[in-house]
């Protein structure tokens, strides 16, 4: 079965650290695809939040998260990492990754949801204190 697992969210007060694994399995051509992470509060449109390419070399992050989130990947354990720092109660949402398809290797200019083919079931964060 073909599926991204999101796992590592939680309940975190303002300022601190939460680390998000996004796991594949089953996909192909996984060290071919570049990976980002979205997001979707209540009431609000999904947002792209971060992308990282297939190699790992080229990173994207949209501007509320510059300097707090860092995005990596590990091609041997087929997983991708959200390392947030500094969290804020907007950053509040359930928090996504999604996969582009095979060979689609490196990031969009503007992170759409269309432009990624598979898409995890999703792992709430929430920043409150």
């Known amino acids: 079965q073909v599926q991204l697992v999101e796992s590592g969210g939680g309940l975190v007060q303002p300022g601190g650290s939460l680390r998000l694994s996004c796991a594949a399995s089953g996909l192909t051509a996984w060290d071919y695809r570049a990976i980002g992470w979205f997001r979707q509060a209540p009431g609000k449109e999904r947002e792209g939040v971060s992308c990282i390419s297939s190699s790992g070399d080229s990173t994207q992050f949209v501007d509320s998260v510059k300097g707090r989130f860092t995005i990596s990947r590990d091609n041997n354990e087929n997983t991708v990492y959200l390392q947030m720092n500094s969290l804020k109660p907007e950053d509040t949402a359930v928090y996504y990754c999604?996969?582009?398809?095979?060979?689609?290797?490196?990031?969009?200019?503007?992170?759409?949801?269309?432009?990624?083919?598979?898409w995890g079931q999703g792992t709430q964060v929430s920043v409150s204190s």
């Open positions: 999604a996969a582009r398809g095979p060979f689609r290797q490196g990031c969009p200019e503007q992170l759409t949801s269309a432009l990624f083919t598979l």
